[in-house]
């Protein structure tokens, strides 16, 4: 069982830049691929980008590409995405996930999210 705990949500102003943190326990963490996920009130959660389990393939929803940039530190069990320039549409609770099968869009762990808020 792989436990997240994501950490480094907050409330920022547009333009601003926030830099979330994921840190896995319970597994290996080098053995998944994994993704950012943000779910705004009121909509269906959406995918936000994706990291291979070696960093070598990083995936961003086009919303996000060019702002922001996901990343990972196998040696710290830890997945980061740090968000530049953000928007009020940010504004969402932020899920990092685990998938097993680097060939799936299925994740089979997800962490609890962290609030992340954009003043106009």
């Known amino acids: 069982q792989v436990r997240l705990v994501e950490s480094g949500g907050g409330l920022v102003q547009a333009g601003g830049s926030l830099s979330l943190s994921c840190a896995a326990s319970?597994?290996?963490?080098?053995?998944?691929?994994m993704g950012w996920f943000r779910q705004a009130p009121g909509k269906e959660r959406e995918f936000v980008a994706r990291?291979?389990?070696?960093?070598?393939?990083?995936y961003y929803a086009a919303s996000v590409k060019g702002r922001f940039t996901i990343s990972r530190e196998n040696a710290k069990n830890t997945v980061y995405l740090q968000m530049n320039s953000l928007k009020p549409e940010d504004t969402a609770v932020y899920y990092c996930?685990?998938?097993?099968?680097?060939?799936?869009?299925?994740?089979?762990?997800w962490g609890q999210g962290t609030q992340v808020t954009v003043s106009s």
């Open positions: 996930a685990a998938a097993r099968n680097a060939m799936s869009p299925k994740y089979d762990y």
């Open positions: 319970g597994g290996t963490f080098s053995s998944y691929d």
């Open positions: 990291i291979s389990r070696s960093g070598g393939m990083i």
